[in-house]
């Protein structure tokens, strides 16, 4: 028989009970709002301090300047020992910024980067949790069930739907990776402001050159490493996506040939002339449509309707899982240019290289890689659906015209009857 149709829970509507916990966690860790609101809480805060230290200096310059024109006009002061005491004061405003900074950055440090890292960390090591959890139960129960196929969107999750929760899941965790990456760079950021100022202030141009060199290098090689790891978790993740799409895709493709053939064979049987062929049609059937006692193929025209949408199932179910390997491929090849773009060639020979031409680069190799994902993708849907047509698709198209011109030449036919076979060549 074919399978169920419509599923009580179809993959694409990712609403499968068994897996509402997971996705309550899911939507848990990808919320971000408390992570953002504590920095700008700081932010905040640290701008008042910072206005207010700003508002005082300038009040007191003005006073101290006041001062002075008037010691100096009385006589009471001369110039030299009134530049010597500006002098003195722009170095106490000097010391009072650099305290600021100081405080600022430990702050941010203890109020920001301490406790949102760990949260960060846990949040990711229980994304980590459920990913494995999820990855490792895949396809437990469908070792000794040959009907899951059968079952999948009703009793079971289908594997498309757990494999959409477990891109998701790695998405979510990909971001929480990101957003450690923000936070330790703009705690770098701050402490390289932090020993810049005083050079910046004093006129030290060579020392704040040198500084900033050495924290534009380091910011490189963390770009280029984060790069990398971002492609190793990515490929790592692909590795687990590709294999099991490749033996879900296989699982629904023999469901398809069980059923396909016999299927096939009793089409077979219906008659080119339709005019004596009869049909046997259950009671019930007769008092929900009366219309049957005088248009019998009617009834079988729906059943023919519901078996082509019903056997569909296993066709669109391969298409969807090679579309979703394919946006994580796309995603590898996203990742993998990101390495070349930031790249560190090694000491002498990347100076030749800039970071125009390494951007160039990387935007060809994906248009190339992309390119080539595509026309694989549409190649893999191609020989799918043709496989649909050759087994099942074309025969029962074809009996579903002849009875639907009978009912048309009898008045018979309903527009109600047709509501859309399944659609194909989507691609």
Known sequence: MPPPYPRHH???????????????????????SDISSKGEEFEAKSSKLRATLSHEQETARQKLLRNLRTMIDSGELSYA????????HKEQERLKLKDLDKKYFD????????PLNEMLTTRIAKATELLNSLATGLFNQSDNAADLPQEEGDDQPELLEKLTLLKWIFETRESLYKAIFDLLSARNGKYRNLILTPYRLS??????????AYFRDDE?????????????RTLEFLNVIEHSVMRGCQAQLNAFWDIAP????VLEKVPSSLERFCIQIPASEYEENPAYYDHPLQYLFSLLLHAE?????????????LCLLHQVKEASAHAQAKVIETEILGEGIGESISAEDRARRAQEMLKREIEALSLDLKEKVRTVEDQWKSGFGEVVESVKERIGEYLLQTGGWDEQLEEGGPAVGVL
């Open 203 to 212: 006129g030290n141009e060579e020392k704040a050159r040198s500084t900033e």
């Open 309 to 321: 949408k019903s056997t569909f199932q296993f066709i669109e179910s391969q298409t969807n899982m």
């Open 81 to 88: 020992d009134a530049g010597a005491i500006e002098k003195d």
């Open 107 to 114: 702050g941010f440090q203890r109020e920001v980067v301490v």
């Open 10 to 32: 179809p993959a694409v509507n990712n609403n499968h009970p068994d897996l509402a916990d997971i996705r309550s966690e899911v939507r848990v860790l990808s919320n971000t």
């Open 262 to 265: 016999p299927l096939g064979r």
């Open 220 to 232: 490189i090689k963390r770009n280029s490493a984060f790069a990398v790891e971002i492609r190793d």
